[in-house]
């Protein structure tokens, strides 16, 4: 059976969040059942291994990259898309649900560019009137803040933007 | 006040939605006996309903207008999600309407206390004074009263719902007359980011809408909004301005379909302020007006149902009330449907006619660089300039509205575009991951932006609302037949709505992402003079009982009361000539304000001298209200 921690190891991989953001949003545990549920051990299991060396699976493999898509679109929206081919639940195939009110509000696209899952914070009369961080210009990133930056994020700034680092210094 | 100690009422009011809350609250503030019938389901307590809301809002898979709210089978609300788009542009539509065509109706409101104005958006523009004349265009109907008849109900709405605006920048900017002095309840809701980055490309800046028209000045300007800002200590003479509830607006982003600090006014605000005069029963769907055979109207019939889990209504009861006075408020589609039902009020034969609402043209695209999408109301600023002007008698004028939700409007929320790249984005067109996935979507979705034009339609009567035997809901009442179209008219201003579009974008330097093919998700998908458009509707369903100046040719006079029946009011949107370009749930609350005063006069004549009932009805009131209906 496919552990939390393996889960989360092949969804850093998909989404492009790491394991400590993964783990923050409390889903983790349940977007695994979820997943079990939906698409079996086997299927997961396999998506594990194929995902080894991180990324989605070979794309000769129709299949089990439908499924990547699927664990990914849950971590991005909280929303179970549903899958062409019927689960081994006897659950009608491809029937989308929202898993909770909370896997909404922690839906990673909101966080991909800095903003929340609509009705879910309040965010503070006329905040809507502040400019948000330029996310294409450098200019805008503190020293201060990046000094605080160890090795693994320094090195995770090679493939992300400069912007999330200052708001995962931020966390 | 308890329904079973009255045997007759002074007022029925038909629907708890925004026109009849109203209505309720000025008659019961007078000391009448008003029994207020909601047919859809009220929340057992106002704030245990709106957490259930929310919660049940953040669950559903597909988020729009009605999704927070228990809908009825018993009494069915049109959905936005009943209408689809084919591939051959056609429409399909499988809700309670009963939709004609050739285009769809495509708007829906909601069977429930507190009604549309539960899920509204909650912006308050005035009409312009042009508005009341719009038929000297052309196109369209005049109204029998002019700006300066509502303007004293405009001021008593805006502190009736709470509206935040700059008074200056209305009068400078839109062309609106004040009186002078007046300001607005609250000072006016920030602008957005987005906002604030038009204005720096488009103030001052000049488009034409069309080849050898005058080009028309940009000013990007702060839209009047019914959710609590920072109350402006110079209101009402200086005696400042205290919200009747709900906290500050916190930008949580959903005042559409529900605000979770309940800083948007709903009408159950309105409710919380009734006297105990008034008495309310929900899940009470009326079945017809009683009519006299001298013309007067007698009460009404209603039936009340249970509905638990089960998929249908049960215990079923019917009921007859008896009134002095009813008036209808049930939405301006329900208003007709009941006025067709009753046989009532339709010598004019315009009963239903002149359906109109506010077709809205949707362009979509990125900034430059990110705005702050998805933040705050979902529109804080607006373009004025086609809203009036010699252009009008070519095509229709429309309101050009800022979107701060991104996308959403026109192709869902951004869980489509993830959708989208994780299908066919990356190098290879199979799908994008990881890092890129973040990063691509970091950059798009905090840019994304919309317009919204929305746009004037003409009272038309081929527009309209049947009812039909062969189309009964589950409690055999009569699902509303609609037959609609866009005229030339609306289309030429669908078509200039697009050329200022293209003309905003390029002084934006933004990228255009706007498409329209048809399919599932484009109903309102139509072609004219070789282009593809295609619309989405704001929810402002108008013109059913139309007002006019003569029993000939309109249902209610301009006191909204029916030409055949002195003591039948039909109130709401329903009663307006013409529904402008402004969102008009500001317009039909002074239209009720100003109503309740009339009927109060009415119930006056018809009753003196009996004594006033309540606390704050007094003799000074009584000889106020007299003196004004006779100047």
Redesign the interface.
């Known amino acids: 059976m496919v552990t939390v921690d393996q889960f989360v190891a092949l969804s850093v ?5 790491d394991a400590d953001e993964l783990h923050q949003t409390g889903m983790a545990g349940t977007y695994r059942s979820v997943v079990l549920t939906q698409a079996g051990d086997e299927q997961l299991s396999r998506l594990v291994r194929s995902g080894v060396g ?3 699976p070979d ?1 000769g493999d129709e299949p089990l ?1 439908e499924l ?2 699927s664990v ?2 849950l971590w ?2 909280g ?1 179970w ?1 549903g899958l062409p081919t019927p689960a081994p639940t006897g659950k009608p195939a491809g029937e ?3 898993v ?2 909370r896997a ?2 922690e ?4 966080r ?4 929340h ?20 210009s450098t200019t805008d990133i503190d020293t201060t803040d990046t000094t605080d930056i160890d090795a693994t994020d320094a090195e995770a700034a090679t ?3 400069a912007t ?1 680092i200052k708001s995962a210094v931020a966390r | 006040m308890s329904v079973r100690d009255v045997r007759r009422w002074d007022v029925i009011v038909v629907g708890a939605g925004f026109a009849g809350s109203l209505v309720a609250r000025r008659l019961g503030q007078q000391g009448w006996r008003v029994l207020v019938l909601e047919a859809g389901h009220g929340a057992p307590d106002v704030d245990r309903g709106q957490l259930d809301a929310v919660e049940a809002h953040h669950a559903a898979l597909a988020k729009v207008p009605n999704s927070p709210y228990r809908t009825s089978i018993a009494a069915p609300s049109p959905d936005v999600t009943d209408l689809s788009g084919s591939a051959d542009g056609t429409f399909n539509a499988d809700g309670y309407l009963v939709q004609r065509g050739p285009l769809p109706y495509a708007s829906g409101y909601l069977r429930a206390n507190g009604g549309t104005g539960l899920t509204w958006t909650g912006l308050t523009p005035r009409m312009h004074p042009e508005d009341f004349s719009a038929g000297d265009f052309g196109h369209g109907r005049n109204w029998p009263i002019g700006y300066g008849d509502l303007e004293p109900y405009y001021e008593q709405a805006e502190r009736e719902i709470g509206v935040a605006a700059d008074v200056d920048e209305q009068r400078e900017a839109v062309g609106l007359p004040f009186r002078d002095g007046y300001r607005f309840p609250m000072h006016a809701i920030p602008r957005s980011t987005l906002d604030q980055a038009m204005a720096e490309a488009l103030d001052g800046r000049t488009v034409r809408d069309s080849a050898g028209a005058a080009p028309t000045r940009l000013r990007v300007t702060g839209t009047p909004h019914a959710r609590n800002g920072l109350p402006n200590p110079a209101y009402d003479g200086g005696a400042g301005y205290r919200s009747s509830g709900g906290g500050l607006c916190e930008g949580r982003a959903t005042c559409v379909p529900i605000c979770p600090s309940q800083a948007k006014y709903t009408p159950l605000r309105t409710q919380a302020r009734w006297s105990s005069s008034v008495a309310l029963i929900t899940r009470a769907v009326v079945t017809r007006v009683r009519l006299a055979a001298n013309g007067q109207a007698t009460g009404v019939e209603y039936r009340t149902y249970d509905e638990g889990t089960s998929a249908t209504p049960h215990d079923l009861t019917t009921h007859t009330a008896d009134a002095d006075l009813v008036v209808l408020a049930a939405h301006a589609i329900e208003n007709a449907k009941l006025l067709l039902v009753s046989g009532a009020a339709n010598s004019s034969d315009q009963v239903g006619r002149n359906l109109m609402d506010h077709p809205v043209l949707l362009t979509w695209g990125l900034m430059l660089r990110q705005i702050g999408a998805y933040r705050g109301p979902g529109s804080t600023s607006g373009l004025e300039g086609f809203r009036f002007g010699p252009a009008r008698a070519r095509r229709a004028p429309f309101r050009v509205e800022i979107g701060n939700w991104g996308w959403t409007w026109a192709l869902g929320p951004p869980e489509g575009r993830v959708a989208e790249l994780l299908r066919s984005g990356g190098p290879d067109g199979r799908g994008l991951f990881g890092p890129e996935l973040r990063r691509t979507l970091g950059d798009r979705i905090g840019r994304e932006f919309a317009f919204q034009f929305e746009m004037e339609q003409e009272a038309d009567p081929a527009n309209r609302v049947t009812i039909d035997p062969r189309h009964l809901d589950a409690l055999g009442n009569p699902r509303p037949v609609i037959h609609y179209d866009l005229s030339e008219y609306v289309k030429r201003g669908i078509a200039a709505a697009k050329t200022v579009s293209d003309q905003l974008f390029a002084l934006l330097g933004a990228e255009d992402h706007t498409r329209f093919e048809p399919g599932p998700a484009w109903p309102g998908w139509f072609e004219h003079d070789g282009h593809p458009y295609a619309y989405r509707a704001a929810g402002h369903g108008a013109g059913t009982h139309i007002m006019g100046g003569t029993p000939a040719d309109s249902v209610v006079d301009q006191w909204q009361r029916c030409w055949d029946h002195p003591n039948l009011y039909a109130v709401g949107c329903g009663s307006m000539p013409g529904v402008a370009t402004s969102n008009p749930s500001l317009t039909m609350a002074a239209l009720a304000l100003r109503s309740s005063d009339r009927i109060h006069h009415d119930l006056l004549a018809h009753r003196r001298p009996v004594q006033l009932r309540g606390a704050t009805a007094t003799t000074t009131t009584t000889t106020t209200l007299q003196g004004s209906d006779h100047p």
């Open positions: 991989g998909l989404t492009g969040f991180g990324g989605p794309p990259r990547a898509r990914t679109h991005y929206t929303t898309p989308p649900f929202v909770s009110s909404y509000a839906g990673l696209v909101w991909a560019f800095g903003a899952a609509p009705g879910t914070v309040a965010q503070g009369y006329g905040s809507w009137a502040v400019a948000p961080p330029d996310r294409h493939t992300t933007d999330d």
